[in-house]
């Protein structure tokens, strides 16, 4: 858990979130999207945090090895419909090393859900969504952060994975979309309004140590 001091930059971005209308039933849907390996676990750890512990729901457990991006209608029948209707949603987070569908998990409607992943922001989620958040990283720098993280015994796995996320971002782009862009910086994270947005005085979050996660 993050101690209150390092979590206090990002308050001022959560109180903003959730000040936002709901988008999604009575839940506040935030998308954090960005290549693999640009930090988007991470940050939205520390956001939830910041959040008053909100749940975040990783797309990591609702895409498969057949469908690495062929996920949107299952998200949509699982989780946003029934939340939409404020009810609480009943799904199977997928299993990477048994190549299955696990036990079923149930996510109730909540004020603020963060649903962070490659894809959050694709134009089937973007009607739901009550704010887009992208992770401003290069996909080259992304990748080798993600195959550094993972070891050699999935390079084979990354090599089919950016073929699939270049092959996505260019039918379905995120960025132009994004609300806010997230940067990391020597020092934390950076945060600005706007995919066109460089802001004169950014605001920042110390990071911990280690590599941020996907």
């Known amino acids: 858990m993050e101690s209150q001091s390092s979590l206090q930059p990002l308050r001022s971005l959560a109180r903003e979130l959730a000040a936002l209308p709901p988008s999604l039933g009575p839940v506040r849907l935030i998308g954090i999207d960005g290549h693999a390996g640009s930090g988007k676990s991470t940050f939205a750890g520390r956001l939830a945090e910041a959040l008053g512990g ?83 990283m290069p996909p080259a720098k992304s990748w080798g952060r993600g195959r550094e993280r993972d070891g050699r015994e999935l390079s084979d796995f990354w090599d089919e994975w950016e073929r699939a996320e270049r092959a996505h971002f260019s039918d379905d782009p995120s960025r132009p979309f994004a609300d806010t862009l997230v940067r990391q910086s020597g020092t934390g994270y950076e945060w600005s309004s706007g995919a066109a947005a460089t802001p004169a005085i950014a605001t920042s979050l110390t990071q911990g140590d280690g590599l941020p996660q996907a």
Request: proline residues 10%; aromatic residues 10%.
């Open 54 to 136: 909100v749940p975040v729901l990783h797309l990591d457990d609702v895409a498969t090895h057949e469908d690495l991006f062929g996920w949107d209608r299952r998200l949509r029948v699982q989780v946003l419909e029934p939340l939409a209707a404020g009810r609480p949603a009943h799904w199977a987070p997928y299993d990477w090393v048994e190549r299955r569908f696990g036990p079923e998990r149930v996510l109730e409607p909540a004020p603020v859900l963060l649903v962070e992943g490659v894809g959050a922001g694709r134009r089937a989620l973007r009607p739901w969504l009550a704010r887009l958040l992208w992770m401003e």
